[in-house]
């Protein structure tokens, strides 16, 4: 694609900061060096135009969820000029700056473009920030620990630990090896090791290396307690001698990371962490299900980021990392009969089915994982004590693949219907053949590339207007004596769940997606993210739970309503402590705490497309969740979670010349 010479051009925005109001004023400044004429302003953001219906200023060309093309009033915006216009109403009114554009550009008649710098939205009666830029969040306040009081730097904190603690002040590598480890003892502390030198890089000598002296004396010992189960271990600290006992191999890992992330706590923050020099650690997770979602559909990830993501979660003690692989803005996985899909719609851009959103410009945005991909992430992962679960959400959520296959259309389907994120008409119809053909191909693919027993299915999101207007989804309707939208989509979860268990794999299925739909609770697990308070009522139905609570666990949401927040706010503001306090059994009846799986938290991606945005939603709440994700209540401590945050240095590198 041909780019116009560089231009200075500024895209201002406004709200009058009325509650209800859903106007955002735009000037797009043009600071030279030319006159723009015969273009159209291409905008993205969270927000979306609900209806061209109170446009000022300019035309609207298209409009795509929150991709909106406009084409001004006037013939041309002349240098030093500004065009000013409006768009009305959006789908909802502002609550945070970056509720405005996230990006903008020029497309020209002639093919070509020019970046636009696109400021954060301002309110009227605070004009100072017309040109501010978003602000990192405040951090929290640290207590600072006498050193009388001095304890252990570790994220998530033991649950029984009754030790003795000193300063760590030397130099030299922390912990000695025994000459009398098997070879997978060595492999596996070598794996720490490495663990170690990727989330804080070059940071600490953990481990010393062959013909060196380490300060303490380290032993694995393979050991026969039910109690510890697959992952909890033991560590007994006497004197010099260190010796770690579990029952499995990820409980030895556990050790281990806990044992390093003390090493560098103690020397990063040595007025109040140490290292112990006697007594011991007992410890076993509370859930066997501590789970992350990342949002790949609608954030690229590239597998270099992925595998980043893997060390933290794996640092963090947390064993599931779930892939959300399709969703409107785009498709992540080649589809074994159907190439076109992934050809088609795993970029999106300026002219492509998919057009930028969320961030991105003209140029194409996105990829596609291939099986090789997969497979080295699993592999990765594994080493690490991690499952992989990739989800493939049906029926909704389906725009880009509904462009990439228009032949999974009804053509007779004249239905009206916008998706809660503003597409058109984004569902697959569950009384057509070639529905079922292509979800044949589908999860047939991702059992063959996914070596793992989870499948997640989606079913959320679906509104009630779906298929209204479908002929085949009304004969269908009248026929079996149907009543609801919720009653069709049962059909292809029902499906797609008979499908999976053939292969004995288990369904794992957002709790709307079981409103209607009776799957063989057996196989299925419900994740709940809508009403945790009601969470033990899938169990009562005999289902597995999960507990996801958007105003708990969801890491895109802002922690303050402060203007300046990134993040989102439809589940409210998430404060780092609503995370940590939050109680997934809450209200459960003892008999049924077998069926509470466990937790999980989701890295969504609408406003993950900048890195500082990233890391000021996801830094430090993913701390909390994984310590609660491990720890009983008994053992919560948000005062000393906060200081041991304030030392956890574990980031991702993301380095790779990207905006995230």
């Known amino acids: ?50 209806q061209p219906t109170n446009v000022r200023g300019g035309s609207v060309v298209t409009v795509v969820s929150n991709f909106v093309e406009i084409r001004p009033d006037a013939p041309a915006i002349e240098p030093d000029d500004v065009w000013s216009f409006s768009l009305a109403p959006l789908s909802n009114w502002p609550r945070h700056a970056g509720d405005g554009a996230q990006s903008a550009y020029i497309a020209f008649a002639d093919g070509g473009f020019a970046a636009v710098a696109v400021q954060p939205l301002a309110r009227s009666h605070d004009a100072s920030q017309l040109y501010a830029r978003p602000q990192a969040e405040p951090e929290p306040l ?25 300063p760590l002040t030397s130099g030299a590598a922390a912990l000695q090896t025994a000459g009398n480890m098997s070879a997978a003892q060595v492999k596996l502390c070598d794996t720490v090791a490495a663990l170690a030198g990727r989330v804080v890089p070059g940071r600490h000598a953990i481990f010393a290396k062959p013909g060196e ?23 007994i600290f006497d004197g010099l001698d260190i010796y770690v006992d579990a029952e499995a191999e990820a409980g030895f890992l556990y050790g281990l990371i806990t044992l390093a992330q003390m090493v560098v706590g103690a020397r990063e923050m040595p007025h ?58 785009g498709w992540r996985i080649n589809v074994n009969g159907y190439p076109e899909v992934a050809k088609r719609v795993a970029l999106r851009g300026h002219g492509l089915l998919v057009p930028p959103l969320l961030g991105s410009s003209f140029e194409p945005y996105g990829g596609v994982y291939s099986p090789t991909d997969i497979s080295a992430l699993e592999s990765h992962s594994a080493a690490l004590s991690l499952r992989l679960m990739p989800e493939i959400d049906v029926p909704g959520h389906a725009h880009a693949l509904l462009e990439a296959l228009p032949e999974l259309r009804e053509p007779g389907d004249t239905g009206g219907y916008n998706s809660i994120q503003g597409f058109f008409g984004n569902a697959l119809n569950p009384c057509l053949p070639q529905t079922y053909d292509f979800l044949g191909a589908t999860f047939d693919t991702v059992m063959k ?19 209204s207007h479908s002929p085949a989804a009304k004969k269908a309707a009248t026929e079996k004596g149907l009543t609801s939208t919720g009653e069709l989509q049962r059909a292809i979860l029902e499906w797609v769940r008979d499908r999976l268990a053939k292969s004995d794999r288990t369904v794992v299925a957002w709790e709307d997606a079981l409103n209607h739909a009776e799957l063989d609770p057996a196989g299925t697990i419900a994740v709940v993210w809508q009403h945790p308070d009601r969470a033990h009522e899938r169990a009562l139905r005999g289902y597995d739970v999960v507990l996801a609570p958007a105003n708990a666990y969801y890491l895109d949401m802002a922690l303050t309503d402060d203007w300046q927040a990134s993040g989102g706010h439809w589940a409210g503001v998430v404060p780092l402590q609503q995370t940590y306090d939050f109680e997934a059994d809450l209200g459960w009846p003892v008999e049924l705490l077998g069926q509470l799986r466990g937790v999980h938290a989701c890295i969504w991606g609408e406003y993950m497309h900048d890195r500082r945005n990233f890391d000021a939603l996801v830094f430090p709440r993913i701390f909390a969740f994984a310590e609660r994700a491990w720890i009983e209540r008994s053992a919560k401590d948000y005062a000393g979670f906060l200081a041991r945050a304030k030392a956890c240095t574990a980031r991702i590198d993301r380095s790779e010349g990207r905006s995230l």
């Not at 600072?144 to 000193?166: D, G, H, K, R, W």
């Not at 300060?215 to 050991?223: C, E, T």
């Not at 789970?291 to 270099?304: C, E, H, I, K």
């Not at 990392?321 to 969703?327: A, E």
Request: hydrophobic residues 45%; aromatic residues 10%.
């Open 142 to 166: 640290i207590p600072v620990v006498p050193p009388s009081q001095m304890t252990i730097s570790v994220i998530p904190f033991p649950n029984v630990a009754s030790i003795a603690v000193a």
């Open 213 to 235: 002296t380490g300060l303490r004396h380290l032993s694995l010992r393979s050991v026969h307690d039910a109690r510890l189960g697959a992952e909890g271990y033991k560590i």
């Open 1 to 50: 694609m041909a780019t116009k010479k560089a231009r200075d051009l500024r895209l201002v925005s406004v709200w009058h900061g009325q509650q209800g109001d859903t106007t955002i004023h735009f000037s797009l400044y043009n600071n030279g060096p030319g006159r723009l004429t015969d273009f159209t302003l291409c905008l993205t953001g969270t927000l979306w135009l609900a």
């Open 449 to 467: 590339t996914f070596r793992g027993p989870l499948v997640h299915i989606g079913g959320d999101e679906v509104v009630a207007a779906t298929w």
């Open 272 to 329: 109040q962490f140490g290292f112990p020099v006697r007594g011991a650690i007992a410890d076993v997770p509370r859930f066997g299900w501590r789970g992350v979602l990342v949002d790949v559909a609608r954030t690229f990830y590239s597998m270099n980021e992925l595998k980043a993501l893997v060390d933290l979660f794996a640092w963090l003690k947390l064993n599931l990392l779930h892939l959300h692989l399709n969703d409107d803005e």
